[in-house]
């Protein structure tokens, strides 16, 4: 700006250049609205699958203890049922041997389905793995928006960023809606489903 320039131009050309930057400072804020939205939207599922996954590991390991101790008392049953029929053949009580059998035949399934439940609620490791890979996927977006967010008030364009954080990510491979309660089969239909077909 010269002397010579009237004073009224002068000002017109410095509100001028003002509303440029403002309008620039305005537009980024915009551009980082977006993020913000997207990233306080993400920590809530986050937090919420992380709460899931603490809760069906704790049921899943109350569940195996549970089928344990049952196993653990079904084998000591057993054992004395065997013993008893040990005493019946010294004895030469056969009669009862009948009965003592038919009673450990029935506790030996009870065992086995006990043990198919804790085969099946070991499922949760898998279940939990792909949990925490939801819960770390949603992380890992907020963190590329607060990246972006950052480099933007930096003046870094966002792209940059973006593609930056994204090669760096680890693939991810889950179901998002894996959920160890919300089976929609269980072994008895499988069983079930296997005798129609043999």
Known sequence: MSENQPLQYRIQEEISELAASVNEIVTKFRDLQNPLKES??????????????????EA??????????????????????LDEIKVCTKDGRTDDIS?????????????????YTIIDALQFQDI?????????SLLEDIEVRLQSI??????QPSDETHDEKRRDRKTRVYDPHADLFDKKTDQ???DDMFARKG
């Open 40 to 57: 306080s939207e993400k920590v809530p599922k986050a937090t919420k699958q992380l709460d899931k996954i603490s809760e069906q590991t």
């Open 60 to 81: 899943a390991t109350h569940q195996m203890l549970d089928r344990v101790e049952k196993i653990v008392q079904q084998v000591e049953d057993s054992k004395k049922g």
């Open 99 to 115: 009965a003592l059998a038919d009673d450990l035949i029935e506790k030996a399934d009870i065992t086995c389905n006990d043990a």
């Open 128 to 136: 939990t793995s792909q949990q925490m890979n939801h819960a770390a």
């Open 150 to 155: 950052m480099g933007a008030l930096k003046g």
């Open 188 to 190: 008895l239909a499988i």
